[in-house]
């Protein structure tokens, strides 16, 4: 069955672009979550949803990111004015939610931003 | 959140069993013992969930004792393949909790 998808895998832009990152979860799983991933560090939280609303979105960096989901499944991370401190690996990774309780999160394999 | 504390690295040899072992000193009642995997270029993969005991699945174990201070992950019997960053993550397992990571253990592991 198909896992978490996240296009593009690379991405290089410079300074100051705005960029877009896609997620695509895993069918049926209501919980979808944003990290981002430095080198040689463990991922960061940056936003949770449940369905189409941003339940927590605590760990976005600064007003520069955004989130959508609109339809309860594909999730897009926004990201304006770029700069070189945003480059890492962006992590998206999605889960059922049973009774209250979280399954496991599955994780897609990311998207390495680039920004120069 | 609880924190963890766990070894940089570790080295290991082809058909070795590896434990990794992680401090959480400050461990709530409800919070959950959680392990990923994670391999160069690719997402975090869960491994083993555990609240007290033992744990055992298809591909580790986990052992925590009486006081939850302190878990243990057991790889049998590893493989090259094994090589790979370990995380020891503690927290509710209530829905929408998002995931702290510490900075994990890097296992070699040698033939």
């Known amino acids: 069955g198909a896992g978490v998808s996240q296009t593009p895998s690379n991405k290089v832009t410079e300074k100051g672009k705005y960029v877009e990152l896609r997620c695509d979860p895993i069918?049926?799983?209501?919980?979808l979550y944003w990290y981002r991933q430095s080198l040689g560090q463990g991922p960061e939280f940056l936003i949770y949803?449940?369905?189409?609303?941003?339940?927590?979105d605590s760990g976005l960096p600064n007003d520069r990111f955004f989130a959508v989901r609109p339809e309860g499944s594909v999730s897009t991370l926004k990201i304006q004015r770029t700069e070189r401190g945003d480059s890492a690996v962006y992590l998206c990774a999605s889960s059922l939610t049973v009774w209250g309780l979280n399954q496991p999160q599955h994780f897609g394999d990311g998207t390495r931003l680039s920004i120069l | 959140l609880a924190k963890t504390t766990q070894p940089i690295s570790m080295d290991s040899y082809e058909g070795q069993e590896v434990n990794i072992t992680c401090s959480h000193n400050?461990?709530?009642?409800?919070?959950?013992i959680t392990w990923y995997q994670q391999f160069p270029s690719q997402g975090p993969r869960f491994i083993i969930q555990g609240y007290k005991t033992k744990v055992t699945n298809e591909v580790a174990s986990l052992f925590i004792p009486a006081d939850r201070k302190s878990s243990t992950l057991s790889l049998p019997r590893v493989s090259l393949s094994d090589t790979a960053v370990y995380y020891c993550l503690v927290g509710l397992n209530n829905a929408g909790n998002m995931l702290t990571f510490g900075g994990g253990t890097r296992l070699m592991v040698k033939p």
């Open positions: 949803f449940q369905g189409t609303g941003a339940a927590d």
């Open positions: 069918s049926g799983h209501t919980a």
């Open positions: 400050n461990i709530a009642t409800n919070d959950y």
